[in-house]
């Protein structure tokens, strides 16, 4: 079975330019997670997706959003970046209430 | 929002020896995940405690869920080299909605 996939791997932007991750969760799953990690810190939450809805987000400025598709794969927006948005960012699926897997992430790096 | 106190922030061990990491809530939880995330890699689950007072033993770890159901502690006996990463709890007084502490970081020195 394959597990929770991320692309890109790596991602290089300037301020202020718009970038968009993506996610595929373990077949079966229907919640998404997405969480930010910057270097040397813990996870920090920030969108959570489930049977296509937005259920919950985190304390992040709106510029942060994304969405769910009917497949449960996710996407993860992010306008106008900065330099402090560099971070590995980080998508988990789950079924239920139970564990969450993790995808390798995405490492971002806004110059 | 969800306060999650985790402590020590680090750790340096003697293999061989013993570690704790602990972790607070400032509210009732439902229940707790604890996780490992190895130096370049990506978190992964260890165990989830739901009942008061639980205790969970994987080989050398044991984990704990406090009576009040606002605190937890993952203990590992004669730490090894393999135990080197972070360890991350991860709080829900919802049972869908997780709220990670800051994790504790393990080195442990041979």
């Known amino acids: 079975e394959a597990g929770v996939t991320q692309s890109p791997t790596h991602l290089i932007k300037t301020r202020g330019q718009q970038v968009t991750l993506r996610c595929s969760p373990i077949?079966?799953?229907?919640?998404v997670y997405w969480y930010q990690q910057a270097l040397g810190l813990g996870l920090q939450f920030l969108l959570w997706y489930d049977e296509g809805e937005e259920r919950n987000r985190g304390n992040f400025p709106p510029r942060f959003s994304g969405r769910q598709f009917p497949n449960y794969s996710s996407e993860l927006n992010v306008n106008a970046l900065e330099l402090e948005d560099s971070a590995l960012y980080l998508c988990?699926?789950?079924?239920?209430?139970?564990?969450?897997?993790f995808g390798p992430g995405t490492r971002l790096t806004v110059l | 929002g969800q306060q999650v106190m985790q402590i020590p922030q680090y750790q340096h061990v003697q293999e061989g020896e013993d570690f704790t990491t602990y972790c607070n809530s400032s509210t009732t939880l439902s229940n707790i995940q604890w996780y490992k995330q190895r130096p370049g890699g990506h978190p992964v689950f260890l165990i989830q405690?739901?009942?008061?007072?639980e205790v969970k033993k994987q080989k050398r770890l044991t984990f704990q869920f406090g009576e009040a159901k606002k605190n937890s502690s993952l203990h590992i006996t004669a730490t090894q080299t393999t135990d080197v990463g972070t360890y991350f709890c991860?709080?829900?007084?919802?049972?869908?909605?997780?709220?990670f502490g800051t994790g504790t970081s393990l080195t442990v020195i041979p």
């Open positions: 988990a699926s789950s079924l239920g209430w139970g564990e969450q897997f």
């Open positions: 077949s079966g799953h229907t919640s």
């Open positions: 991860a709080l829900s007084n919802t049972g869908n909605q997780f709220y």
């Open positions: 405690l739901v009942k008061s007072g």
